[in-house]
């Protein structure tokens, strides 16, 4: 089920904020982890199981690892816990990738049954995954209620696609939140301005691309060309953004604030400012979860250099799994590294519009990458 559906806009979401307003405060959390179970099995019931399974073992590893003494007992239920996240989002989402890739390089034809993907694994894995670090981490203790531990990983309006929301920033939320009608009223002004975002922008403007982008190379003019790009990067950031304005504002007629996860990306003077406001939630998530483990900026300029270059190859792949995410990161990881040594000195020195335009470009181009599987028609 997705937010633009006919079935979630006029049957699902009447029927829950119905059922949600008139029920008590005790039974909230029930009705909102009722829902989200409903919401995510709509599409494709199988794949709920999986999920439940997974909150259900992180809940006990989670317990396990806070009660241990031994410094090692508890990392083991870490690394344990790590492994069970990762290897299902790997299974998931990477084994196709990966059986095709050894079928081209070896020349022979695996059989493979194709796996499909649970929808929205690679943002319920990454918050699985805060939640057992930061307990580890010493940051919050654990939950000992399961049906709340489980209301934070399956709270439907972030379940799909974001925001990525650390357990710490909604923990009182949870357990006695504060509704009001404003709060409400911008909520649902938020859900429409992002259902408008995607209906009306997105989609409209993702019909040009789509043209463009199934155009033959022979045939793709250099005007086309830019129109297909443009169209594009356009599309996703509205589409995106409409999704996670969407989710905020679903989120706050249920009385929770999570964070924001866009601040007007395209108005960046340069590519290290645009990943501080594009999919900003993400941004965090890799600076303290990969970026600050892997030593951060505190191994010296080249460790330093190769640590932030390996994150956004790793972003790029964790967007999908396809050669084309994998050089997206890694075009953005290198724009990245040059700036933080400034080795595009006279960059620096520009007019802050022409800034603003020159990181446009480099987005732009970037966006192609990301968009297109082939990456020699890129």
């Known amino acids: 089920m997705i937010f633009a559906s006919v079935t979630f806009l006029l049957y699902f979401l009447p029927l829950f904020i119905l059922i949600y307003q008139v029920v008590p405060k005790s039974f909230k959390n029930g009705i909102i982890l009722m829902g989200s179970i409903l919401f995510y099995s709509w599409g494709g019931p199988k794949f709920i199981f999986a999920i439940l399974l997974t909150t259900f073992l992180d809940f006990i590893f989670v317990q396990k690892m806070y009660a241990a003494r031994s410094f090692a007992i508890k990392r083991l239920w870490l690394i344990l816990s790590l492994c069970m996240n990762l290897g299902?989002?790997?299974y998931f989402k990477y084994a196709n990738f990966f059986i095709e890739n050894i079928s081209y390089i070896f020349g022979m034809e695996v059989q493979w049954p194709k796996v499909l993907l649970p929808i929205g694994i690679s943002f319920y894995t990454f918050e699985s995954i805060t939640y057992m670090v930061d307990v580890y981490r010493g940051i919050h203790p654990p939950l000992k209620n399961f049906w709340q531990y489980q209301t934070y990983i399956l709270l439907f309006p972030k379940l799909i696609a974001g925001p990525i929301v650390r357990y710490h920033e909604i923990a009182d939320q949870i357990v006695n939140r504060v509704e009001s009608y404003d709060k409400k009223i911008h909520g649902l002004v938020l859900f429409c301005v992002g259902l408008a975002k995607k209906v009306i922008l997105a989609n409209t403007i993702g019909r040009q691309a789509d043209e463009v982008f199934a155009m033959s190379l022979e045939n793709i003019d250099t005007m086309a060309a830019w129109?297909?790009?443009?169209?594009?990067?356009?599309?996703?950031?509205?589409?995106f953004s409409g999704y996670s304005d969407m989710a905020i504002g679903l989120c706050k007629i249920m009385g929770f604030d999570i964070p924001e996860n866009f601040n007007n990306p395209y108005i960046s003077q340069s590519v290290t400012e645009f990943w501080r406001r594009w999919h900003?939630?993400?941004?965090?998530?890799?600076?303290?979860?990969?970026?600050?483990?892997l030593g951060g900026n505190r191994v010296g300029q080249w460790r330093t250099l190769m640590n932030l270059w390996i994150v956004f190859l790793l972003s790029g792949w964790w967007h999908g799994a396809g050669w084309n995410f994998v050089l997206w990161g890694a075009y953005h990881g290198l724009f990245l590294v040059l700036e933080r040594y400034r080795l595009l000195r006279i960059y620096e020195h520009l007019p802050s519009l022409l800034r603003v335009a020159v990181t446009f470009i480099i987005v732009v181009t970037g966006w192609v990458l990301f968009r297109n599987e082939d990456v020699h028609y890129a």
């Open 88 to 90: 299902m989002l790997f």
């Open 227 to 239: 129109v297909g790009a443009l169209s594009y990067t356009f599309q996703i950031y509205f589409d």
């Open 280 to 293: 900003i939630t993400l941004g965090k998530w890799m600076k303290n979860y990969l970026y600050i483990p």
